[in-house]
């Protein structure tokens, strides 16, 4: 099954301490993104990465950092800087190609963090 | 700045009858234009996609939207709601030069008995 994984599904985190979600994609995409998601509101954009050893900071990069080592993985590192980290992230992919071509994005389950 | 609104936070029809969720993007050259569906605490699916082919769009389940340039819109249409299309919808649009999307703050569908 091709797909698009996240773990954990529910993480807790105590304040100042680093949590790392995890992203894992199958389907070959060379693009993923992390989305944070609040309620009430749409998804934002945290990092993305359209290749292996490059990511770029999306608009609420503050807080929060991404490493892309190989093609299938894009883990999040949620920091003790990022002020109000609760919320829904969504991990997503897309198959590769330049800034002008739009590919659909394939969205994980995602993983509900809360902050203690 | 690029965005795109949803008219409507909330959306409540009777099942079998018609859905309409409302979408309107700020203009560009080229917009490439996304429905996503999000059941609770699941990820997103895609219903349907408009990258300047027919300007009426069939998706999933149903589903369809019809871009209107002229109106910047690209409203999501469905003949006759059933419970199962119950979830939180997004209009999303992607600019050319900006690779990542632009969501719109989601209309939540209820569907009555």
């Known amino acids: 099954d091709g797909g698009i994984t996240q773990s954990p599904k529910y993480l807790f985190r105590k304040e100042g301490q680093n949590v790392t979600l995890s992203c894992e994609q199958n389907?070959?995409?060379?693009?993923m993104y992390w989305y944070r998601q609040d309620p009430g509101q749409g998804l934002r954009l945290i990092y993305y990465?359209?290749?292996?050893?490059?990511?770029q900071k999306g608009d609420i990069a503050e807080g929060y950092s991404v490493s892309r080592e190989k093609k299938e993985s894009f883990p999040l590192t949620v920091t003790s800087a990022q002020k109000n980290p609760t919320a829904f992230y969504l991990c997503a992919s897309s198959m590769g190609g330049g800034t002008s071509d739009v590919n659909e994005q394939f969205f994980g389950p995602g993983t509900r963090l809360t902050v203690l | 700045a690029q965005s795109v609104t949803q008219l409507d936070s909330h959306v409540s029809v009777s099942e079998g009858t018609p859905v309409l969720l409302r979408c309107n993007y700020s203009?560009?050259?080229?917009?490439?234009l996304f429905w996503y569906v999000q059941h609770p605490n699941k990820g997103l699916q895609l219903l349907l996609k408009?990258?300047?082919?027919?300007?009426l769009v069939k998706g999933i389940n149903g589903f369809e939207a019809e871009f209107k340039k002229s109106e910047t819109s690209f409203h999501l249409t469905k003949p006759s709601a059933h419970m199962s299309d119950a979830a939180e919808y997004f209009c999303v649009v992607s600019y050319t030069g900006r690779r990542a999307l632009t969501f719109g703050s989601g209309t939540r569908l209820q569907v009555q008995p």
């Open positions: 203009s560009s050259y080229s917009p490439s």
């Open positions: 408009y990258t300047s082919a027919a300007t």
């Open positions: 389907l070959n995409h060379d693009a």
């Open positions: 990465s359209q290749i292996v050893n490059d990511f």
